[in-house]
C-alpha cells in the first residue's frame, strides 16, 4: 500500500510539471521603442550610415523595433568620443567619483529589473525566470562589486602603481546580453578607462536600455558609449588605432580574426571564447543532485551559455541509472513561451542557430550516436529546439569535440579517474567542467589535472563577481571577474 502511494506520487508531480497553467510575465512592464539610434558622447544620435535593422522576438518572430547600424564614420564619433572623455575627465577624476557613478548605475539596474528581465526575454528568447533571477541581478552585483575596487587599487595592487589603459573596445555576444556588458563596462569604468561597447545584432536591447540608465545617471559624456551593428562594426572597433584594449566574447572563429588584426599592434586583449565542458559523474556522487545539476548546465537556458555542460561524463557503475533519471527528467521539462514564469527551456535565439543546433543533431545520429528527445510540443511559431541526449558516442565525435551551443548533451562512460582526465581534456577547448563526487581527494585531483579555467564541485554554472572566469586553449585567454578581472584594465608598474 505504502508502496503505491509512493508511486502515485511521483506520478502526478510528472503530469503537473507538463500540466502547469500559462502563468505570462505581463510586457506591461517594459517599454521598447520602435527604434533606437547610437549613444555616442552622452546622446543618442542617428547613425552616418542612415541604416536600421530589425530586431526579433525568437519566441514568436515578431519585430519588437529597428536597431541603428554603425558604420566606420559612427565608430570613428565613439572612439573619438570616448578619447576626449578619457583625457578630459574621466582619468583625471579621483577614484571615490567614479566609484558613485558605477554604484547609480547598479542601483538604477536594480530599480529597474523587471524591465530589462522582460526585454531580455523578449529580445533573446531566455526563459524570465533566467533573465529574472539570474541575468539581472547578477549584471547589477558586477557594477556593485567593481564600484567597490574603483578607490582600492592599492589594495589589488599593493605596493604597485597603476594607470588605467586608455579607451576600451568591448564586443559582446548575444547569450547573456546585459551581464555581459555589465562584466565589461564595471571593471574598464573602475579602473579609470573608457569604453566603446557593442552588443550583438540580435540582443541589442538591454545594452540601449543601459545607455539610457548610463544617460539619468550623468556619467560625464563620451565615459561609455553603446554603438550597435554587426561583424564590420565590431571589426571596426577592433581595428581602429585609438583603441587601448579589446574585450571580446564570442566565437572562437571571430576570436582568431581579432587576434590576427591585433597582432603587432600594442592593443591588450581579453579573449572570452567557446567551450565544450565535461561533467564528470562519479559512482558514489549523490546522484539526483548530479542529474539536476547536468539539466541546469546544458538545457536550461537552452544551452546557450559557452561553459555549457555540453558533454556528460559517467562512471560505468551507474551509467544506466544515470541515463534513466536523465532520460525521466527530461520529459518534466517545460519547452515553450520564455515569458511563462514556468518555462524552463525558452527559444533558440536566432533562426540561424536552431539551424546550426539541427544540423548537429543530423551529425550526431549519423555518426551512429543514439538519439533520445523529450516530447514536449513546441510552440507552432518560434524557434524551439526540444532537449536531446546522445548515448552511444564516440570520443572523435563532432557531437563530442565541437561547440554545438544548443540543449544538445553528449553522453560516454568511462572507469577510471585517469580515462576520464585524458577524455576531458580531449577537446580543443578550455573553459570549464563539473566533477560531481563525495570524495574531496578525487575532486583536489581532478581540478588540478582537467584544464578548464572554472572547475565547479558537485554544482555547476554557478557565478559570482567575485571569481575569475576565463579559459584555456581555444577557449580564450585572460580572467573576467574578481581581482583578475581588474588586472586586464591597468598598465601596472
Ligand atoms: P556567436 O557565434 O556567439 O554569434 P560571434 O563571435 O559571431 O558569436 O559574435 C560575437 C560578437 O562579435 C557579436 O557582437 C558580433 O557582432 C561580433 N563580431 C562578429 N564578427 C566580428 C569581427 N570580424 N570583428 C569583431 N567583432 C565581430
Avoid at 533571477?133 to 547578477?138: H, M, W, Y
Avoid at 572570452?272 to 562519479?282: Q, V, Y
Amino acid at each position: 500500500m505504502a508502496k503505491a502511494s509512493k508511486k502515485n506520487t511521483i506520478k502526478l508531480k510528472f503530469d503537473s510539471a507538463r500540466k502547469l497553467a500559462p502563468a505570462p510575465e505581463s510586457k506591461a512592464g517594459a517599454k521598447i521603442d520602435p527604434q533606437y539610434d547610437l549613444f555616442i558622447n552622452g546622446k543618442f544620435e542617428k547613425p552616418t550610415s542612415k541604416k536600421y535593422f530589425a530586431s526579433i522576438n525568437p519566441a514568436t518572430e515578431e519585430k519588437l523595433s529597428m536597431i541603428a547600424e554603425a558604420n566606420q564614420a559612427d565608430v570613428n564619433k565613439a572612439v573619438k568620443a570616448a578619447r576626449g572623455a578619457y583625457d578630459k575627465n574621466w582619468k583625471k577624476m579621483p577614484p571615490a567619483e567614479r566609484a558613485k557613478y558605477i554604484y547609480r548605475i547598479a542601483r538604477m539596474v536594480q530599480e529597474r529589473a523587471r524591465e530589462f528581465a522582460i526585454i531580455e526575454t523578449l529580445d533573446g528568447g531566455k526563459p524570465i525566470r533566467e533573465s529574472r533571477d539570474f541575468d539581472v541581478p547578477t549584471a547589477a552585483n558586477h557594477f556593485f562589486y567593481y564600484a567597490g575596487w574603483a578607490d582600492k587599487l592599492e589594495y589589488a595592487f599593493p605596493n604597485r602603481t597603476t594607470s588605467p589603459l586608455g579607451v576600451a573596445g568591448q564586443i559582446i555576444p548575444w547569450n547573456f546580453p546585459l551581464l555581459m556588458a555589465a562584466w565589461k563596462i564595471a571593471p574598464a569604468l573602475a579602473c579609470g578607462n573608457t569604453v566603446v561597447l557593442k552588443p550583438a545584432e540580435n540582443t541589442s536591447l538591454t545594452a540601449l536600455k543601459l545607455a539610457e540608465i548610463i544617460q539619468e545617471a550623468d556619467l560625464p559624456p563620451g565615459v561609455v558609449n553603446i554603438i550597435t551593428g554587426a561583424g564590420s562594426t565590431g571589426a571596426a572597433i577592433v581595428n581602429h588605432p585609438d583603441v587601448n584594449k579589446i574585450a571580446f566574447t564570442g566565437s572562437t572563429d571571430v576570436g582568431k580574426i581579432i587576434q590576427r588584426a591585433i597582432a603587432g599592434t600594442d592593443k591588450k586583449a581579453t579573449l572570452e571564447l567557446g567551450g565544450k565542458a565535461a561533467n564528470i559523474i562519479f559512482d558514489d556522487a549523490p546522484l539526483d543532485q548530479a542529474v539536476e545539476g547536468v539539466i541546469n548546465g546544458i538545457f536550461f537556458n537552452q544551452g546557450h551559455v559557452c561553459c555549457a555542460g555540453s558533454r556528460l561524463y559517467v562512471q560505468e557503475s551507474v551509467f544506466k541509472e544515470v541515463v534513466r533519471k536523465l532520460k525521466d527528467r527530461l520529459e518534466t521539462l517545460i519547452v515553450g513561451d520564455p515569458m511563462d514564469k514556468n518555462t524552463d527551456i525558452g527559444a533558440i535565439n536566432s533562426r540561424e542557430q536552431l539551424n546550426i543546433i539541427n544540423n548537429y543533431i543530423k551529425i550526431g545520429q549519423k555518426e551512429g550516436a543514439e538519439m533520445y528527445q523529450s516530447s514536449a510540443d513546441l510552440p507552432k511559431k518560434g524557434f524551439y529546439c526540444r532537449p536531446t541526449i546522445f548515448t552511444n558516442v564516440a570520443q572523435s565525435n563532432r557531437i563530442a569535440q565541437e561547440e554545438i551551443f544548443g540543449p544538445v548533451l553528449a553522453i560516454q562512460s568511462f572507469r577510471t579517474d585517469d580515462e576520464v582526465i585524458e577524455k576531458a581534456n580531449n577537446t580543443p577547448y578550455g573553459l570549464s567542467a563539473g566533477v560531481w563526487t563525495d570524495k574531496g581527494s578525487k575532486i583536489f585531483n581532478l581540478t588540478t589535472k582537467l584544464r578548464a579555467g572554472v572547475i565547479w564541485a558537485n554544482t555547476f554554472n554557478k557565478f559570482d563577481p567575485t571569481s575569475p572566469f576565463g579559459g584555456y586553449k581555444e577557449s580564450g585567454y585572460g580572467r573576467e571577474g574578481g581581482l583578475h578581472g581588474l588586472n586586464t584594465y591597468v598598465n601596472v608598474v
